[in-house]
């Protein structure tokens, strides 16, 4: 009798200190019954919802645990992404950096990549790693630029590569170059085959991207729509370290790459940056979004207009935010997510 009631004390204690099983969503999102389920107070999270109805939000999904914890607009409505695609195709990266497919250290003018008018011989030196850090020096004309990005652009410094921060679409776009000729592949049937159909994206499809081609550059930009619950599925892809389920899709090591501080970007007002990801560091004057709080360690996707994925590792949290910005009068400012952001996290219990 006492060797059974040892074994079965072992079966307890082993079953008490056992690590909970992370949530994933199936064909469809599970939602809590109540938000109190997931650690949250239901008439604070209806202020963050009547805020939002005061701006232009179109939709918002919190997911905590993988599930659900509150919702509303029309989250299942496919918009534009703007500059979202930046941080899908750096998660794109990851597997063809690992297998040596995408050689980080590699330059321009090792690779071939070029633009007209040409690239000086110090811009050629520039290397995948400098474009994924914004950090390439080459201040060429690009598509898909917003005035402000023109505004700042540092025209007539000239920087040796990997030493300037600048928000630049030269070296994202040239990034999508760069894939779509080292693997082969065309940016968004890849989405579909290593993204989307592995964490099962209810509406994503390859004909949702498009390439925005023009006379400043040969280098095309590479937008896609998406609904709230599919980008939220890729943010919990993010925050589960690239597994889904018992699958890793993107190398947990490059997850921790691309997502950690790599640059101070205090000249657009923000904390930090990554490769293709904003990054929260109490580094500098600036936060990561105005009038909140945002920890170490979580990091966002943002599109033109106020589309926004943000993730919380530490807690288990994602947040996105949609605008119809198919109608340019439609904008969120960062000022108006950051207030937003700020009362969807005072609504945590």
């Known amino acids: 009798m006492v060797r059974i009631f040892s074994f079965l004390m072992i079966l307890v204690f082993v079953a008490g200190c056992a690590t909970e099983v992370e949530r994933f969503p199936g064909e469809t999102w599970d939602k809590a019954d109540a938000p109190e389920d997931l650690g949250f107070n239901s008439e604070k999270l209806a202020l963050a919802r009547d805020y939002s109805e005061t701006i232009a939000t179109a ?90 990005m023109k505004d700042l652009k540092p025209t007539g410094l000239i920087v040796t590569p990997g030493t300037h921060w600048y928000y630049n679409n030269w070296d994202f776009n040239a990034a999508g170059t760069i894939f779509m000729e080292l693997t082969g592949k065309d940016i968004f049937e890849a989405i579909v085959e290593e993204i989307a159909r592995p964490i099962g994206m209810e509406q994503f499809e390859a004909e949702d991207g498009w390439y925005v081609t023009g006379e400043e550059s040969i280098h095309p930009a590479y937008p896609f729509a998406i609904d709230a619950r599919d980008l939220a599925r890729f943010g919990l892809l993010m925050l589960r370290n690239g597994r889904w389920e018992d699958r890793q899709i993107i190398p947990e090591e490059w997850v921790y790459e691309s997502t950690r501080y790599h640059s101070d970007a205090t000249l657009y007002d923000v904390d930090g940056y990554g490769y293709m990801w904003w990054v929260a560091r109490d580094f500098n004057s600036f936060p990561h979004y105005p009038g909140v709080d945002i920890p170490d360690g979580a990091y966002s996707a ?10 919380f590792p530490d807690d288990d949290l994602i947040i996105v935010h949609r605008v119809d910005t198919y109608d340019r009068e439609n904008r969120v400012s960062h000022e108006e997510f950051g207030k937003l952001a700020r009362l969807i996290l005072e609504a945590r219990e």
């Open 302 to 311: 943002r599109g033109a207009g106020g589309h926004h994925l943000l993730i």
């Open 59 to 148: 939709a918002v999904m919190i997911v905590s645990d993988g599930m659900i914890v509150d919702e509303w607009g029309e989250t299942d409505t496919k918009y534009m992404t703007h500059s979202l695609r930046k941080s899908v195709l750096s998660a794109l990266y990851g597997n063809y950096v690992a297998d040596g497919t995408i050689p980080m250290d590699a330059s321009m003018e090792e690779l071939g990549i070029d633009d007209d008018p040409p690239l000086t011989e110090m811009e050629r030196k520039a290397t995948v790693r400098d474009l994924m850090k914004s950090r390439s020096g080459i201040y060429h004309d690009a598509l898909y630029e917003s005035q402000r």
